[in-house]
Each structure stands twice: as structure tokens, then as C-alpha cells.
């Protein structure tokens, strides 16, 4: 059984920082593509970034240059660097993780960005 559990999120204001983790554990997770969505009120979850295991990222255009995501393999770990918020990225982030075809999610941490 895959599990997936975050860590991080919080309030802060425009342009600051803030870092997401997740750490997964269970069969198979250190040699799957993990990925960061995030859904806002009213809107469909979309992807933020996502990291293979070997350590490739993929960004969304909304968020390239500002957030970082990378991967501890040791640790089963994926974390999300977010500088330079904005209030636009005031959302849920979910952590994901595909095994063999298979969505597994965390539980959500609430992101809010205040003007």
C-alpha cells in the first residue's frame, strides 16, 4: 500500500517563500515519476511540477522560474520550493504518485498567498 504524506503548506504574503515535502512510502514508489498539483476554489486540479526518478523536471508555464521541485531518493521525499508566491497560487497542493498506473494522493495542504 502506497502512502503519501505532506507537509508545509501555510499562509504567507506576496512574494514570500514557502516549501512543501512528501514523503511516500511502500513498494515500488523510489522508481516512479512524483508530482505537485494544486486545486483552487472553483477550479480543476491541475499539475504544478513533476520529477522522475531519475531527477528530470516538468514545470507548469504559470509557475516556471519561481518554484523548484526536487527529489530524495534516500528518503522517499519529493519537495516543492515556492519563492516569489503569488496570490494566484492560493490553493490545495496535493502530492501524487503513479505506480504501475495507479494514482495515489496525499492528503492536501492548503497554500494561501496574501496581497
Known amino acids: 500500500q502506497v502512502q503519501l504524506v505532506e507537509s508545509g503548506g501555510g499562509l504567507v504574503q506576496a512574494g514570500g517563500s514557502l516549501r512543501l515535502s512528501c514523503a511516500a512510502s511502500g513498494r515500488w514508489v523510489s522508481i516512479h515519476p512524483m508530482g505537485w498539483y494544486r486545486q483552487a476554489p472553483g477550479k480543476q486540479r491541475e499539475l504544478v511540477a513533476a520529477?522522475?526518478?531519475?531527477?528530470?523536471?516538468n514545470y507548469a508555464d504559470s509557475v516556471k522560474g519561481r518554484f523548484t521541485i526536487s527529489r530524495d531518493k534516500a528518503k522517499n521525499t519529493v519537495y516543492l520550493q515556492m519563492n516569489s508566491l503569488k496570490p494566484e497560487d492560493t490553493a490545495v497542493y496535493y502530492c501524487n504518485i503513479a505506480v504501475f498506473g495507479i494514482d495515489y494522493w496525499g492528503q492536501g495542504t492548503q497554500v494561501t498567498v496574501s496581497s
Open positions: 520529477i522522475t526518478s531519475g531527477g528530470s523536471a
